[in-house]
């Protein structure tokens, strides 16, 4: 059984289902015995206000899958506290795979290892060599991890502010629209109490992201949804894939997908962010669409290329050629003019003569 969140960290889940998808049909085509196991697929929703929405749903998975299965996969925090309640009803022991949560003694792999706070911090100053100010908004709990950070690493190159649920977000917004120029706005979060009073955490961003003050930088795709610059993150499809693998037994160690930076084209412009400072892949979402691919680019610049070549190689022949032709006609046209010369003073001696 596989329990999706669907919460903040990865929004786009069409992404997550279309590499379990393409994993899956990989393993179908090159490992088909891995299918003789039945999987089930359930999406939950982390931010119903319900008070009892925990528990419903635990009862409901439980009443529709009496016979649940060996190992349960859970993609979030929501989705391991379901799987764990689950897990509780049955006598017999059910494997939980945590992927996505802040519970890394676990098998899988956590948030700790999908995302790197360390990363994210140098690219900054990478991305904007002028910074003076980054602006921090993350739950009360994340924030001696940050001023650890900053205080080791890059307290000589940027001032460092931290807004955390303490403030409402409309006290937030309002500390934001007075930032001088210069700053970085970094998302981290709010506290879960937070995010149910004022709303999901797309919404918080988009307002920031509205308030076109200063670039937002996150390592979630959340922020890209928004209209953020995005950050050093996960691909969500790629994570999708890793689901796939410890779904069907090809875990290989339970490696977390490799992360990357993942910036959108648009807000990199907006802000001139300089990425050729950058250590790592990088991969820029809505840059120009071409309608032909790099290769057929290249292919069709060679071809081009060589045409020009081969028709600059005909026309020097074509000019060589008329000019050969042009000198023999010319030493044609001399040597008649000798003969005709030559005749011309032997006639006039005949007629003196």
């Not at 950070?149 to 500390?175: G, H, I, M, P, R």
């Not at 709010?190 to 920031?208: F, H, M, N, T, Y």
């Amino acid at each position: 059984m596989i329990l999706f969140t669907g919460h903040e960290q990865i929004p786009f889940q069409q992404e997550v289902f279309q590499g379990f998808i393409d994993e899956q049909y990989q393993l179908l085509v090159n490992q088909s015995e891995l299918f003789t196991k039945e999987v089930y697929i359930h999406r939950l929703d982390a931010f119903r206000s319900e008070p009892d929405y925990l528990r419903q749903t635990i009862d409901s998975l439980y009443k529709n899958s009496p016979l649940l299965p060996a190992t349960i996969i859970a993609e979030g925090n929501f989705a391991l506290r379901v799987a764990q309640g689950l897990s509780s009803k049955l006598p017999k022991e059910i494997n939980v795979f945590a992927v996505n949560t802040s519970m890394a003694a676990l098998p899988g792999f956590s948030k700790g290892e999908l995302f790197d706070l360390e990363k994210t911090l140098d690219s900054i100053p990478r991305l904007f060599p002028n910074i003076k100010e980054l602006v921090v908004l993350a739950p009360a709990s994340r924030r001696v991890e940050v001023e650890d950070l900053w205080d080791f690493n890059f307290a000589d190159q940027f001032d460092l502010t931290l807004l955390d649920e303490s403030l409402s977000f409309d006290e937030t917004l309002s500390t934001l629209k007075q930032l001088p120029a210069d700053r970085v706005i970094l998302w981290l979060g709010r506290g879960a109490g937070s995010v149910s009073e004022d709303g999901l955490p797309i919404q918080l961003i988009k307002q920031i992201v509205d308030l076109d003050v200063a670039p937002l930088i996150s390592m979630q795709s959340t922020s890209l949804k928004a209209g953020g610059l995005g950050g050093y993150m996960t691909l969500s499809k790629e994570l999708g894939q890793k689901i796939t693998q410890l779904t069907y037994g090809q875990s290989e160690g339970f490696a977390p997908p490799q992360k990357r930076y993942i910036l959108d084209y648009n807000e990199l412009k907006r802000w001139q962010a300089d990425t050729s400072n950058l250590n790592g892949p990088i991969s820029i979402i809505n840059e120009p669409l071409s309608i032909f691919t790099e290769r057929q680019v290249q292919t069709y610049i060679g071809w081009s290329l060589m045409t020009v070549a081969i028709l600059s190689a005909l026309f020097a022949w074509w000019i060589w050629h008329q000019l050969t032709v042009r000198n023999r006609q010319l030493s044609k046209i001399e040597a008649l003019d000798r003969q005709l010369h030559l005749a011309l003073t032997t006639s006039k001696l005949a007629l003196i003569e």
